[in-house]
Structures are given as C-alpha cells and as structure tokens.
C-alpha cells in the first residue's frame, strides 16, 4: 500500500464544519423564502402544498451541485488537457490491457485527486444522513452514500489510483449532474412545463447511455487491474480488494437507476408523466 495522502483531521473534519455549516444556512433561507419555491410552508406551481423536506433538499443539491459534481468533472477534465480522445484513449487502455490497468492502479495519487476523494467522503458521509432522514426514506439513497463515502475515503487512505480516479469521476459524475438538476426542477415544480419533460427526457438517455456503455466495461478494467494485488506473493492488498467490492457496488446502483431512467423514457414516449427524478418526496406539509 502507498503512503497515506488522507488530509490532516483538522483538514478533513473542517471541510467537514464548512459543509454543515453551508447546509444549516441554506436549508434555513429555503425554509423561510417562499420565493424561491423549495419553502414547505408555500405552494407548489400546481397549487399544492410543497414537499416538507424541499428546502433540506434543495439545500443538498445546491452544495453538491458545485463541490461533488460540476468542479471535479473540470478538475478531472483538465488532467487530461481537455481532450476527450485523451480520456477515450485511457478509458480503452485501462479496459483492454490489463497490465496496464494494474500499473495505473498502482500509480500515487495527485493534488486533484486528494481533493476529490476527501470532498467526495465528507459530502456524501453527510449526505447519507441527509437521506437517511428524507421524506419518504429510500433505501438505495441511503446505501449509495454509505458506499460512495466509504470509498472515497479508503480509496484516498490508500493513496494510488491517480488518473484511474479522474476516469471514474468522469464517468460517475455526468449523470449525477444532471440528475441533481433535475430533482431541482421537480422541487421547484417546474418539472410540468415543456422545457423541464425535455431536459428530463434527455437526462433519461444520456445517464442510461452512459451508464450501460461504460460503467460496465470500466468496472471490468478495474477489476482487472487490481486483482494483480489480491494474488501478490507477499499478500493481498485487503484495502484495495476492498474498494474494488465498493466500486462493484456503486456500478449495480448505478445500472439499477439507469433501468429506471430508461422505462421513465419509454413511459414518457408513450405520454405518461415522467418518473420523479431521483428522489421521490411524497409527504406534504398539510
């Protein structure tokens, strides 16, 4: 195992602060603004009451909107100059060469993919109590954060992976985007009107597209790449053996939303309502 690149605790729990603090704020303007629309106590664009945990929900997607989504995809982006045939010319790389994989997953981590991971733990550490206390419970929410932050955290502990975690971002990230944009345009009741079935309808396709063609073959390369270490003379690298299981884990949730974007596409070719994105919150402040 390389050496550790986990930030320093004050480092670490700071952000930690920084990001509670941010989520605290925010969910109380969005609780006393009617204006924006995310306020349990106004109405929804239908007429209805708004959801009771839109202003803590909206408050969520605002902060990882930015910190775990938009700026790591530009992070990761940039390592490889801005090029999608550089990133397309790893991907296959990684994925058909199993030396090579083994080689990447060996390599240190660099400054932006420190950040990434210890931004990405605490995001989504606090993110499962978030959804842990969302209305109504989702199960499959709460468990992708568990998973999502165990790895960040241990797969930066771990300290190698370096570009193997900028791919990673770039595949995982995209349709995360575009689904906290669209649980946004739900909250804010927008998600009725023809612009919102649109976007909606093209996020459907770009996530299961992305999804299904890449995830798949991108968790193979992984494995293929670590499992040189399980084998090792010396032993298996358990930490690793262990983020590759997460990695697994994060890839089913991730083609089991795929499938519920896709039938949300075929129910909405039909003219039936769009599936509500991403989270469904059910209970209404009466």
Known sequence: MAE???????VFFGYMGGITVAYTILSIIFYYDKILGFSPRSKRA????????AHRHAAYKFIIVPTVEA???FLAFKEFNFSVSNVASYFWRVVSDPQFAAQ?????LGPSSIWMGNCFAIAFFLGGFHYYTNVPYKGDRVLHKVLASSFSFLGTLHGTGNRMVLITTLLWKPGGFLESTASLLHL??????????AYIFVMAI??????????????YGCVRGVWPAMVAPEGPDVL?????????????????WAWEATTSVLGMAKGREPVKAKVKLDKKVK
């Open 4 to 10: 550790s690149k986990i930030y320093s605790p004050s």
């Open 46 to 53: 239908d007429g209805s009451p708004q959801f009771s945990s």
């Open 71 to 73: 700026f790591p995809m």
């Open 104 to 108: 990447e997953v060996a390599a240190p």
């Open 188 to 197: 804010s009741s927008l998600h009725k009107t023809p612009f919102a079935k």
């Open 206 to 219: 770009i996530t299961s597209l992305t999804r299904f063609a890449f995830e798949l073959p991108w968790f």
């Open 240 to 256: 690793l053996g262990v983020c590759g299981l997460l990695i697994g884990g994060l890839t089913v949730l991730h083609l089991k």
